[in-house]
């Protein structure tokens, strides 16, 4: 018997949202360190949520972003000017999105509502999609402000369900972080892990129900339901 797929959940920023699109920015402002930056700013900039929500300390996501980009320039010991925080820090509402990821969209949009649950902030998530012209495709923009923790907090993941008024298993979350697909798959959501780096699996215990390369391959996991 088929599972009624009641909706599927799109993380933002590294699933939809290519985050090291920045690189060839700061390699412009910093020459010979550009990876090396864009690496540390989404290393901390992650790190930093976990640490908030562990403390029971939350800040915003786009006070967070600034404070890991801050972080890693002193790490890298590079000197940032004000305007050019506020340009990198305005790249995060502009960020493009891997190449198939508007026509994936569109195919999957003709299988089940969609939606995106990420740690950012609503009016970025708002502004990223609507200049990537996606704003049309989601029937939910949910953001973790709302519980104030971010994944992997079980408050972050019960978002998807409350939206769509159906239980997590009968929802589809696609990620490409892999510690974030684990944290979807143990909340109890069907995971779909897009492995764009063909990096291992996380050792945590748990498996995604389906993966492949690029979001192309989560139709397919989709009709084979």
Not at 36 to 47: C, H, P, Y
Not at 148 to 159: D, S
Not at 185 to 205: H, K, S, T, V
Request: charged share 25%; hydrophobic share 45%; proline share 4%.
């Amino acid at each position: 018997m088929k599972t009624t797929i009641s909706g599927i959940v799109f993380d933002a920023y590294g699933t939809l949202f290519d985050v090291y699109a920045v690189e060839a920015r700061l390699e412009a402002l910093f020459p010979g360190k550009g990876r090396a930056l864009a690496m540390r700013w989404r290393d901390k900039q992650i790190d930093y949520s976990r640490l908030r929500t562990m403390s029971g300390r939350y800040q915003d996501f786009w006070t967070l972003t600034g404070d890991a980009l801050d972080y890693a320039c002193e790490f890298e010991r590079v000197s940032l000017s004000a305007t050019g925080r506020d340009e990198l820090m305005a790249i995060y509402e502009r960020l493009p999105t891997h190449p198939e990821v508007p026509a994936a969209l569109q195919v999957l949009r003709a299988r089940a509502p969609l939606a995106v649950l990420s740690n950012g902030n609503e009016t970025m998530l708002r502004k990223a999609l609507a200049g990537a012209g996606l704003a049309h495709l989601f029937a939910h923009v949910l953001s973790v402000e709302r519980v104030r923790k971010f994944k992997t907090a079980p408050e972050a993941y019960q978002l998807g369900p409350d939206a769509f008024g159906a239980p997590a298993e009968n929802l589809v979350f696609v990620s490409s972080n892999g510690w974030d697909a684990a944290g979807a798959a143990w909340f109890g959501y069907r995971a779909f892990w897009i492995n764009r780096a063909g990096a291992p699996r996380e050792r945590l215990g748990v498996a995604p129900e389906g993966e492949g390369r690029t979001m192309d391959d989560l139709a397919g996991f989709i009709d084979a339901d």
